[in-house]
Antibody, heavy 119, light 111 residues
Framework: QVQLQQWGAGLLKPSETLSLTCAVS????????WSWIRQPPGKGLEWIGE???????NYNPPLKSRVTMSIDTSKNHFSLRLSFVTAADTAVYYC?????????????WGQGTLVTVSS | QSALTQPASVSGSPGQSITISCTGT?????????VSWYQQHPGKAPKVMIY???KRPSGVSNRFSGSKSGNTASLTISGLQAEDEADYYC???????????FGGGTKLTVL
């Protein structure tokens, strides 16, 4: 059974770069999209972007200029970098897996990482 | 402001049925049968309850069903149970420019 385990810095200062990694265990990278989704405290879900095994990415347009996703199939993990963070980027960040035939269906989720941006 | 519009809250008594709507546009919900619904309990990651408008993942109760008409998708929960109390989010594909959009979420209260 596929599991996603994520980690990264939980406290950042404004203008710093957020960096999170999600490790995949129990499954293959092939045939899936690997996404990052965030949820500000008390608010709804926001899709950040996705990457596939080949490194092809799709990003949410409002975040596109600050987002970089990468994948390392040899280490079975994928990563998110979000530059120039502000307080508005404070959120729980989730990694998730969707299938290529249904890109909005996130069957598997990481445990979530709270990232707080504060000076 | 979320791309998809959901009611902020709905409520129902145990055993009753409720429906949560998710209104988008002809660029997302109206154009693709790629609408999913997620249940989220406090402090937990979301869980997919319905995908591709009407499909139910293995292990999800058949009390949950989905539908779509025009630019509006709906999630219906029949035979409400206390454990159904949670936040529910819809999600839709929105084409090759915007890709994935979520609704603002609906808080379901079981009275």
């Amino acid at each position: 059974q596929v599991q996603l385990q994520q980690w990264g810095a939980g406290l950042l200062k404004p203008s710093e770069t957020l960096s999170l990694t999600c490790a995949v265990s129990g499954g293959s990278f092939s045939g899936y999209y690997w996404s990052w989704i965030r949820q500000p405290p008390g608010k709804g879900l926001e899709w950040i972007g996705e990457i596939n095994q080949s490194g092809n990415t799709n990003y949410n347009p409002p975040l596109k200029s600050r987002v970089t996703m990468s994948i390392d199939t040899s280490k079975n993990h994928f990563s998110l970098r979000l530059s120039f963070v502000t307080a508005a980027d404070t959120a729980v960040y989730y990694c998730a897996r969707s299938i290529m035939s249904s890109v909005t269906t996130f069957f598997v989720w990481g445990q979530g990482t709270l990232v707080t941006v504060s000076s | 402001q979320s791309a998809l519009t959901q009611p902020a809250s709905v409520s129902g008594s145990p055993g009753q049925s409720i429906t949560i709507s998710c209104t988008g546009t002809s660029s997302d919900v109206g154009s693709y049968d790629l609408v999913s619904w997620y249940q989220q309990h406090p402090g937990k990651a979301p869980k997919v309850m319905i995908y591709d408008v009407i499909k139910r993942p293995s292990g999800v109760s058949n009390r949950f069903s989905g539908s779509k008409s025009g630019n509006t998708a709906s999630l219906t929960i029949s035979g409400l149970q206390a454990e159904d109390e949670a936040d529910y989010y819809c999600c839709s594909y929105a084409g090759s420019s915007t890709y994935v959009v979520f609704g603002g979420g609906t808080k379901l209260t079981v009275l």
